[in-house]
């Protein structure tokens, strides 16, 4: 059985290899934005997983599993994605400071030979310690938050900002590993 990871995501990528050491990587061309936040975040990120993975199955011919995900911010209920600039991101950072916000993970398995399909969601509880506007600006002209929703990657310098977590770690670097392990293995079966 082959494994494709229909995204671009390095991150993904690279937590991936720790539970399937070979896989192609086919990114995916759909389009988030068409997906409509109703209020409900877990079925939001399924929503967009599900999405990524199915716009890919037409590139496929012979019996694959295709593995996709989607991870945001969630602060009072509201999305925080990438940011739009360095304003935004630090309007973000800013807002995250010294407070508790969710990450949530959608992740989609299909297997294209059965057909069947497994999605489903997971959600990492983070608090910030306070941050200082001067730390928020330094870490912003590191560049590192400009491609990161919610405007922090956990796994780099903003690390230091994370007080508390509850919940996978790898959830909030992009692909909760312990819920993406259990699905492939259910799929495979």
């Not at 995501?9 to 720790?18: G, I, M, N």
């Not at 997906?35 to 990524?52: D, P, S, T």
């Not at 496929?60 to 304003?87: H, R």
């Amino acid at each position: 059985m082959k494994f494709i990871l229909a995204s671009a995501s390095a991150r993904r990528q690279e937590l991936l290899k720790r539970i399937i050491t070979d896989f192609d990587i086919i990114v995916s061309e759909f389009e988030e934005k068409n997906v409509e936040f109703k209020g409900n975040v877990n079925r939001y990120v399924e929503e967009i997983a599900l999405g990524k993975a199915s716009a890919i199955l037409n590139n496929i011919s012979d019996d694959s599993i295709v593995i996709s995900a989607d991870t945001v911010v969630s602060f009072d209920n509201n999305i925080l994605g990438k940011p739009k600039d360095e304003e935004d991101a630090f309007k973000m950072l800013k807002m995250l400071s010294g407070n508790t916000h969710e990450v949530y993970s959608g992740v989609c398995v299909i297997n294209n030979k059965t057909k069947d399909i497994l999605c489903d969601s997971f959600k990492t509880e983070v608090t910030f310690s306070e941050i200082s506007d001067d730390r928020i600006k330094k870490y912003i002209q590191s560049g590192n938050p400009l491609d990161k929703a919610g405007s922090y990657g956990i796994q780099d310098e903003a690390g230091v900002f994370v007080e508390s977590i509850k919940g996978d770690y790898y959830n909030v670097v992009g692909l909760p590993l312990n819920g993406t392990y259990k699905m492939i293995e259910t799929i495979i079966k």
